[in-house]
Each structure stands twice: as C-alpha cells, then as structure tokens.
C-alpha cells in the first residue's frame, strides 16, 4: 500500500508538469517559471514533492512561488539543490523562513546567497544554524549581519570559520561579541586578523584568549597593541609567543609588565632554564633585565 501511494504522487506530480507545459493558465494559482507549477500548485506539494524536484526546478523558483511554501517544505529540499536557488529568493527571506533552514541547508549556501541574506534573516538564525557556516559562508557575510549576530552565535562559531573571518569583519565585533569567541577559536586567528582588532577589543581577551593565540598572530602585533595589552594578558604569553616578538615589540611593554615576566625569570633570565627561552646559558652580560636580555639573546643567538 505504502508503494501504491508513492507511485500516486510521483504521477501526481508528473502530470501536473506535463499539465502546465500543455496548458499552464488552467489552474486558479499564478504561474511561475519553476517547471511550470502555480503557487496553488506548489502550495498543495507534499514534502516528498518539494524533495523531487529537480534542481532545475528549484532554480527556477521566483520570490512569489517560494513565498508560498510551508516551513515542513521549506526544510525538505535537498542538499544538492539548495545552491540553485535564486539569491533574490535568499534576499526575500522572511525570518520565519530563515529559521527553519536545516543546518544542512545552511552548510550548503554559497557565498553569493549568504550575501543575499537580510540582517534580519542573519540575526534570526539560532546558535546551532549559524555553527553551521563554514568557510565558504563566514567570510561572505556582511558587516551589518557580523553586527547582529548575539554572543551565542558567536561562540556557535566553528574553528573553520572563525580562521577565515576577514580583518574588516573582526574589526567591527563589538567587546561582548569578542569576549564570546571561544578558546580554541581564538587559537586560529590568523596574522590578519589579530592586528586588525583595536585596543578597545584586545582589552577584553581573556588570559586563556591570549595563550591560545598562534605565535604568527602574536608576531603580527603592532607595537602599540604590545602597549596596550594589560598586565594579566602578558603574564599569559608563552614562551612561543615571547620568542615570536620582535625587540621592539618587547620594548613597547610598559615597564609594569616587564616585571611580572621578570619575577618568573630565573638566575640565567628564562623560566626554567635558559633553553626553553632561547637564552641557552649563553655568555651575554646578564645585568641588564631578565625581558631585555631575553630578546637580545635571541637575536644574537638564534
């Protein structure tokens, strides 16, 4: 019975296609380019319907014939044929729409539909969708969507996309949106995207946020960046990232900061021996400062 029934919608349908191509103008709904189907038609679609069509189809749907589709049908369409529709249909998107876009749906759209997307849509999206956008999506969205998204999302944020977020989209994070980035995201930023962050946003990495930092983020810190990083966030820089500054970026620590990195040097100026820091019990005078002689010494003695 259960096949009986399929084999009724699958004709359903076919006739239906064959119907509008012979005589599109029969039924009461208006016609659309999708296949020929009315918005009647596509209104009364099943599930199973919405999911044959094919991405020709789909493709061709308008604002006016995906508008009339139920979120059971919405949430129905493949995978495969997600990409092939309209970005007008994406930039129409009604927030009730936008959120129930299963996460597959969304680890599907190109870049060109998330730009599409209204800030309204964006900020519609639950914490699980937007852990959804990979690195095909994350970096298309528009600064006026980056300013909606709330703390959860992003934390929702994966570690593919956070490490492709453009310098101008961490540029314009607010301080609670920073202070939400996880961990073990905040340990993929890049080169680019560190620098791009003003000393409002630098002062609300946690301790955790600056250890985590890769040692090409920390050496892509500006001198005034150095400056501004309070004393907690530098007593958290690891030896790796201590021996990725340059001097001058060692310099430019204010001299508060010098001293707690100081008060963790031992008698050779390296916290548990020289080696771990680069010094290597070399033979350089040791009167000037345990930070000072550090970034001399590695300098000197690569």
């Known amino acids: 019975m259960f096949g009986f029934l399929l084999s009724l919608i699958a004709i359903r349908v076919a006739v239906n296609r064959v119907m509008n191509i012979v005589n599109p103008g029969t039924d009461s709904g208006s016609s659309g380019s999708s296949g020929g189907f009315t918005t009647a038609q596509l209104a009364a679609m099943s599930t199973r319907d919405i999911a044959a069509l094919t991405t020709s189809e789909v493709s061709g749907l308008t604002v006016e014939q995906f508008g009339v589709l139920n979120f059971d049908q919405i949430a129905a369409f ?64 528009e600064i006026e969507d980056i300013n909606v998204l709330d703390t959860t999302a992003i934390a929702a944020l994966n570690t593919a996309a956070t490490a492709v977020l453009t310098p101008e989209q961490i540029a314009a994070l607010n301080t609670r949106q920073v202070a939400a980035i ?53 007593a958290a820089l690891t030896p790796r990232q201590m021996a990725a500054l340059g001097t001058n970026e060692i310099v430019a620590m204010e001299a508060r900061d010098v001293a707690v990195l100081s008060a963790g040097f031992s008698p050779d100026h390296s916290p548990g021996g020289g080696a771990e820091w680069g010094c290597g019990g070399c033979a350089d005078d040791r009167s000037d400062s345990g930070l000072e002689h550090q970034a001399i010494c590695r300098h000197r003695n690569p």
């Open 78 to 141: 493949e995978l495969v044929d997600i990409p092939m529709l309209n970005v007008a249909v994406m930039a129409a998107l009604t927030t009730a729409q936008a959120r129930v876009l299963t996460t597959g749906q969304i680890a599907e759209l190109t870049a060109a539909q998330v730009v599409a997307l209204s800030s309204n849509s964006v900020a519609a999206l639950t914490a699980k969708q937007i852990g959804a956008l990979g690195s095909t999506q994350a970096p298309a969205l």
């Open 182 to 234: 996880e961990t073990r995201d905040a340990a993929v930023l890049g080169s680019a995207q560190v620098p791009a962050m003003n000393t409002t946003q630098l002062a609300v990495l946690s301790a955790a946020h600056v250890a985590a930092l890769n040692t090409a983020a920390v050496a892509a810190l500006s001198n005034d960046q150095i400056t501004f990083l309070n004393t907690s966030q530098v």
